[in-house]
């Protein structure tokens, strides 16, 4: 290579940044001229683009492999999403294979007493890697949009028509500055402003159109954000489980019984498909009726979008109207404090009692930031969570009989994320060692299945049968990301 060409290639490689970031500002400043939240559009394509790598890249990279091993697994959502993608098969019973290992490891340890404390061999899982580098990729993206406001490149189209929607004005608003903040305060109140009094003055034909009404659109965008990705809405069409019992006692120790899926998972899975049914089943038909529902529907995007993509129109309806209530609340509280500062630093006294403070109104701007940064609650994840809770300690009630041990035994067991709750907070010793045991059996059966399918994988095996060991990688969705089984699907 002549020195003029290394040169050159030199120039090339240190300008690549250069163009990057020129890239996505050019990315999110085309966005913010266009209707909806120009994060959700900047990150739309992150799942596609990150499984477009998966196969031939990513799967086998020591930081992948080292993220899985964290999470012990993908999530639910984009377990679900994989859990399709047949072709897949070799990546992922590689993946299963080695998260199956690895946990192995760690259970040997522990049942051959090298080391006893399971707080330290099975810390709490983390971002599943396909999460973790979404969250990466959107704070990227939010971290240049602050930029681009400071600098008042952004500033001038924002709100005209691109606004981020409040969950991403939420996040935004934790690292961004105060100025910053209190500059797309005002913004934020007057479209969300405009988009309550449209759905609080919808028509009951519009209550019954649902999503499909401009009016709940724009109010959903404006809260939770749209669906865009095809791999949000996989799971959903996972999650009825069950008919509810009378008895929830022997509902639980049906689900112990079954041998396709955790049986914790199942009654989360159970519980928010009852919530969800129930709220279906009640008719919306004015302002008033939503109203009544106060309190009960959800607020986060993930249950919003079950109620979106799973309910009635009118439920959809109601739905989006509870979400874009509940960050109008958060937005009037900010403004409110916003408005009072204002005031109080125009005053004469003030700024004379202010002259020797170096920060002078920091509480204030404080409260302000912690009014739109503070979580939202949601009924429907409060409900799925003490379900999990409630299901895990009769587990344990029902392990202390010898007979729910042999049911339990039987079953197909805990997902491992459930698996470690239940180690952790086991009230007895023997309840604990008992858990231990059958996991580490389970899992190794397992991943038995897994690496004989990877053997079965090569090219002098040929003459030898595929079995049901083929569908390990499959049945590894129940066991690392906590999915139920296909049969599952009844509304
Ligand atoms: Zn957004
Ligand atoms: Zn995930
Ligand atoms: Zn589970
Ligand atoms: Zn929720």
């Known amino acids: 290579m002549t020195l003029i060409k290394y040169i050159n290639k030199k120039k090339k490689k240190s300008q690549a940044p250069e163009n990057e970031v020129r890239g996505l500002e050019m990315l999110l400043l085309d966005a913010v001229k266009k209707k909806g939240c120009p994060i959700c559009s900047s990150t739309a394509s992150h799942d596609k ?120 004005f939420m996040e935004f608003s934790e690292k961004a500055s105060h100025e910053v903040i209190q500059q797309l305060i ?79 998972c199942l009654e989360q899975y159970a519980a928010m498909s009852q919530w969800i049914n129930w709220l279906d089943n009640y008719k919306v038909s004015g302002m008033d009726d939503i109203d009544q ?23 959809q309806f109601a739905a989006v109207y509870a979400a874009l209530k509940a960050a109008w609340t958060s937005t009037l509280i900010a403004a409110k404090k916003l408005k009072k500062l204002q005031e109080r630093n125009n ?41 999990e809770q409630r299901a895990l300690d009769l587990l344990f009630a029902l392990l202390e009989s010898p007979r729910h041990q042999k049911t339990f035994e039987n079953g197909h067991g805990l997902c491992i994320n459930h698996f470690i709750k239940a180690v952790k907070h086991a009230p007895y010793d023997d309840i604990r060692n008992f858990l231990i045991r059958v996991e580490s059996a389970k899992l190794s059966f397992l991943k038995w299945e897994l690496d004989e399918t990877m053997r079965k994988m090569a090219w002098d095996t040929r003459p030898e049968p595929k079995g049901s060991e083929q569908s390990a990688w499959h049945r590894g969705f129940a066991v690392f990301s906590g999915l139920p089984p296909d049969n599952c699907q009844q509304k």
């Open 49 to 168: 683009k990150y499984f477009s790598w998966f196969p031939m890249e990513i799967y086998h990279e020591p930081d992948f492999l080292e993220k899985i091993r964290s999470s012990y697994g993908f999530c639910t959502r984009h377990g679900a999403f994989l859990d399709q993608q047949r072709q897949l098969l070799p990546q992922l019973n590689f993946v299963h294979d080695h998260v199956a290992q690895k946990v192995c490891d760690k259970l040997y340890l522990y049942l051959s007493g090298q080391e006893k404390d399971l707080f330290l061999l099975f810390p709490d899982p983390s971002d599943c890697p396909v999460c973790a580098s979404s969250k990466t990729s959107t704070k990227r993206f939010l971290w240049f949009f602050h930029k681009l406001i400071k600098e008042g490149r952004a500033l001038k189209d924002y709100g005209h028509p691109g606004i981020m929607c409040f969950r991403h």
């Open 186 to 264: 005002p913004k934020h109140e007057k479209a969300i402003a405009s988009a309550v009094h449209a759905m609080e003055n919808a028509g009951s034909s519009m209550i019954s159109a649902g999503i499909k009404s401009d009016a709940c659109r724009t109010g959903m965008e404006l809260s939770v954000g749209p669906a865009f990705n095809t791999e949000d809405l996989v799971w959903l069409h996972r999650i009825y489980c069950r008919n509810p019992g009378m008895d929830p006692v022997s509902d639980f120790i049906t689900s112990l019984e079954n041998k396709t899926a955790c049986p914790v």
């Open 293 to 315: 529902l106060t309190g009960v529907l959800p607020a986060c995007r993930e249950h919003v979008l079950a109620c979106v993509n799973l309910g009635r129109p009118d439920l």
């Open 347 to 387: 005053t004469p006294v003030w700024q004379k009692l202010t002259k020797k403070d170096k920060n002078p109104g920091e509480n204030s701007r404080i409260d302000i930031r912690e009014a739109v940064t503070s979580p939202i609650r949601c009924p429907v994840c409060e409900r799925i969570n003490k379900a």
